[in-house]
């Protein structure tokens, strides 16, 4: 919590869990919420102690292994049954084992959900609340109660949900959650109820968002606008459906837009690293396009925008990508103007300070690249070359090709084997190298760093570490062109080069040759 009293609280291993194809293990959800307190939030709701076992393993080994420096831990669980005194409720009991200072309890708030799910009255719903929140409070607890279907319940009956609120403060409940837990809402509309019902109660109010109508975000901001002062969200907007309001775009929108300090001032760089860490965790691939924290949030095409961007980068960003820990990107392709050119140049560390014309041939020569199928967006490394290429003090080929040539066997017992052969010419040196690897692409690099390692010892370091393949412009059976991306590393970098060509491994020998070329302009020897 920060000193305004302002609440960022991340349900990412609680509601962001149950999203599809989302297992943490426990080890992950401890690195997960170290993870989350290093971006400063104030709450970190670690699962439902007693009714999962995962969870309550976690809590048990978060009271040794957590040191937290800005969040404090929540447990979650539900009101006592009806009927069941609160004392001898199992579940009620778990949430005092797990040993978190906060609690927070999910409550219905919908007149319908308590006759229709609970099967009970809706006096008795508001006894459980009442009953639940004081015996926790009076162990110690602070507790925040969760008011779920509270949008729907409130159509229904805008009276009903007020009570549950008025139950839960009166108890000694310190904050009330307004949950749009169908995620039907619009931002117009919460702002409309949230302030009728800040009108109509006095306690600290929240907010939970879904974002089955893409407004989970929206739908927050309206309602802090509105007088909410705890915010909920999960890293990355993970979710069950269509997921969670994102809790990094909401404290960057909070701090920078709103001017409210929900996370400490040091945090907000932190931002995109953690996000993708907690994607790797998920295992799930980080969102290029996610706002404020994708790769592609600060990423610049057009010419138009690169060239104002060369006058004043504020006038196509809304933020100083370092702010919330990114950076910005020129992305170079066939709508790429002289200053696109430039800015990539600098971005790359190529000076191209009095090579107008070597900027006019690289426009051009990219033009044309890029309308037979040639992409690179995702490619620095080939464009770099590219560009060294047009250049007055442009690096010599590693090698001149005579042939190559590859082979696929597959033998009766199921083995397949690739091979490869390649004649190249190195300092006036003729050289034959012949490899093996299990596809011919593997066999293609394996048998041209060998020919090279000897003139180039730094290539013995390099691998390929990814492949990727995409057929553009199919026309029917087999014809088509094929674009690869590969991703190459020497153990200390990644770089990505790209190929284009009708045949798959022409394609990605063009490619393989960047690969390596980069390399050795990486580290060059004495």
């Known amino acids: ?87 001898d409720d199992v579940q009620v009991q778990a949430l005092l084992d797990a040993q978190t200072p906060v609690v927070c309890l999910v409550a219905k708030s919908d007149v319908r959900h308590v006759r229709e799910a609970l099967r009970t009255t809706l006096e008795e719903n508001l006894a459980m609340v009442a009953d639940t929140v004081a015996f926790l409070v009076g162990h110690g607890r602070r507790v925040f109660v969760d008011c779920e279907h509270f949008f729907d319940g409130y159509a229904a009956d805008p009276e009903y949900g007020v009570q549950v609120l008025d139950a839960a ?30 009108a109509r109660t006095s306690g600290k109010l929240g907010i939970h968002c879904q974002d089955d109508t893409g407004c989970a975000v929206a739908n927050t901001l309206a309602a802090v606008e509105a007088g909410v002062t705890h915010v909920q969200g999960t890293a990355n907007g993970y979710g069950e459906r269509a997921g969670n309001a994102d809790t990094f775009v909401l404290v960057a929108n909070l701090v920078t837009k709103m001017g409210i300090p929900a996370v400490p001032a040091e945090c907000l760089p932190e931002l995109q690293r953690v996000s993708h860490a907690i994607a790797e965790l998920a295992n799930i691939a980080p969102d290029d396009h996610q706002p404020y924290v994708g790769a592609s949030a600060f990423a610049h095409k057009a010419g138009l925008h690169a060239s104002a961007i060369k006058v004043s980068p504020g006038l196509y960003n809304h933020l100083e990508p370092a702010v919330v820990g990114n950076d910005m990107r020129i992305l170079v392709t066939e709508m790429a103007g002289r200053a696109s050119v430039e800015l990539k140049g600098r971005e790359l560390g190529v000076d191209l300070a009095g090579q107008a014309d070597a900027v006019g041939r690289v426009v051009d020569q990219v033009k044309v690249l890029e309308a037979d ?13 590219l560009l060294r290429s047009q250049l007055p003090e442009a690096p010599p080929p590693l090698f001149e090709l005579e042939s190559y040539r590859t082979s696929v066997e597959h033998w009766g017992n199921g083995v397949v084997v690739s091979e490869a052969t390649v004649k190249v010419h190195v300092d006036g040196q003729r050289i034959i190298s012949t490899g093996e690897g299990n596809g011919p692409v593997n066999a293609l690099d394996n048998a041209l ?32 062109t094929t674009r690869v991306l590969i991703d190459t590393t020497d153990g200390v970098g990644e770089w990505t080069t790209v190929g284009v060509h009708a045949n798959i491994v022409e394609a990605s020998w063009h490619a393989l040759v960047d690969a390596l070329t980069y390399a050795v302009l990486r580290r060059p020897q004495p």
């Not at 009166?170 to 800040?198: F, K, S």
């Not at 199928?373 to 070359?385: H, I, K, Q, R, T």
């Open 373 to 385: 199928g040639w992409s690179f967006e995702a490619a620095d490394a080939s464009f770099e070359l």
């Open 1 to 87: 919590m920060t000193s305004t009293g302002f609440h960022v609280f991340d349900t990412t291993l609680r509601d962001g869990a149950q999203r599809e194809g989302v297992s943490y293990s426990v080890a992950d959800k401890l690195a997960v919420a170290r993870l989350l307190d290093e971006i400063g939030v104030g709450y970190i709701e670690g699962g439902w102690p007693g009714a999962l076992p995962k969870d309550t393993e976690f809590f048990a080994r978060a009271r040794t292994e957590l040191q937290l420096k800005h969040a404090q831990l929540v447990a979650f669980g539900s009101t006592r049954k009806a009927g069941v005194a609160v004392e």
């Open 169 to 198: 403060f009166a108890a000694g409940a310190e904050v009330g959650v307004l949950c749009d837990t169908n995620g039907g809402m619009l931002p117009m509309g919460v702002g409309r109820v949230v302030a009728d019902v800040r």
């Open 449 to 480: 760093r060998q020919a090279l390692v000897s003139r180039y010892p730094q290539l013995a370091d390099v691998a390929l570490a990814d492949y990727k393949v995409r057929i553009l412009g199919w026309r029917g059976g087999t014809s088509a």
